[in-house]
């Protein structure tokens, strides 16, 4: 073939929206991956709510136009999958509520589409993260699964048969806003109390600050000249600090509760964690194999297992999920 009868090369593009950071995925025909970055999730308008992340869109569109071309598409993209957090309509495109970035009916596929020049699919990002993770990461060969994320948020995607379940008004795995017994911490969401209050990135943070703030006991969080992120409660866990220790057993134990009343209602063949705080490792995956072990009365457990692709399992299954269409 000669090279002025060369096919054009458009990519395909998979992004992973998350409550702090965006990345974002350029793939070839082949759905190999080539090429990857990271921006942030610019919130302009937070903690009100807004229909026009307007913002947002462009830098996003800039930042896929720019990575197509670096890993040589030169006549721009083909498909386009997302993920994004919170509440999402796959059928109209839109991001109906998402409390970490103040998002409320947002068209964003439309917003997304009309930037890039092709049609972009949207679903909720859990739920194209387990996509990835089922095809090609710590999924494979289940077809019942529970896929948890926990980063800025938390929320679960639930594979039965080999299909996601959305549910009614594809609200199916939001335990974020589940009400946890005897907690008061404020949520996002505007209420209080939630699992997402205490297992996620926010809420470890929170539990660390209100920790300092009112208990007298020593710890290393105390010596940083900063608010403790949850990266630091976690290193000062690992090192033995005892209220590191203490807030990452609450998190694990609220988790773990949540999870066997889930595995207990659906029997999945497997748990999959995933996300930044899932880097804890033992710290939470620990407390639900001990809860399932101790609670779950079937004989045949779940495998609770920690993903296997990281920021990549969410690229994987926004182009899988474009690509369907």
Not at 41 to 56: A, N, Q, V
Not at 75 to 94: F, N, Q, S, T, Y
Not at 291 to 303: C, H, L, S
């Amino acid at each position: 073939m000669k090279l002025d009868e060369a096919k054009p090369m458009k990519a395909l593009v998979g992004v992973d929206i998350g409550g702090t950071n965006t990345v974002i995925g350029i793939f070839d025909e082949t759905r190999t991956l080539l090429k990857k970055t990271v921006i942030p999730t610019l919130k302009p308008h937070f903690p009100g709510t807004t229909d026009r992340p307007d913002s947002f869109c462009d830098a996003l569109a800039e930042a896929i136009h720019a990575l197509a071309r670096e890993a040589g598409f030169t006549d721009g993209v083909a498909i386009v999958g997302m993920g994004v957090p919170g509440w999402v309509d796959p059928v109209l495109g839109r991001a109906e509520g998402a409390s970490n970035l103040g998002w409320r009916g947002v068209p964003f596929a439309e917003q997304m589409s009309r930037r890039l020049g092709v049609p972009v699919h949207i679903d909720n990002d859990v739920r194209i993260y387990a996509l990835g993770e089922m095809q090609a990461g710590a999924g494979r060969g289940y077809k019942n699964a529970l896929c948890i994320t926990i980063g800025t948020g938390i929320a679960v995607a639930i594979v039965a048969d080999g299909r996601l379940v959305r549910g009614a008004s594809f609200y199916a795995g939001e335990i974020g806003h589940d009400a946890v017994e005897g907690q008061d911490g404020a949520c996002n969401c505007g209420r209080r109390g939630c699992v997402e209050s205490i297992v996620s990135a926010t809420g470890i943070a929170r539990l660390a600050r209100e920790a300092l703030e009112t208990n007298g006991e020593s710890t290393s969080l105390s010596r940083l000249n900063r608010t403790p992120t949850a990266q630091d409660v976690y290193t000062a866990a690992m090192a033995g600090d005892a209220v590191a220790g203490r807030i990452f057993r609450l998190a694990g134990e609220v988790l773990s509760a949540k999870v066997l009343t889930a595995v207990t209602l659906l029997n999945p063949e497997a748990v999959i964690i995933g996300g930044g705080v899932a880097e804890a490792g033992d710290l939470l995956l620990g407390p639900i194999r001990e809860r399932i072990q101790a609670r779950y009365t079937f004989e045949k457990k779940p495998a609770i297992l920690k993903a296997a692709l990281g920021d990549s399992a969410g690229l994987i299954g926004a182009v899988s999920y474009a690509a369907s269409y």
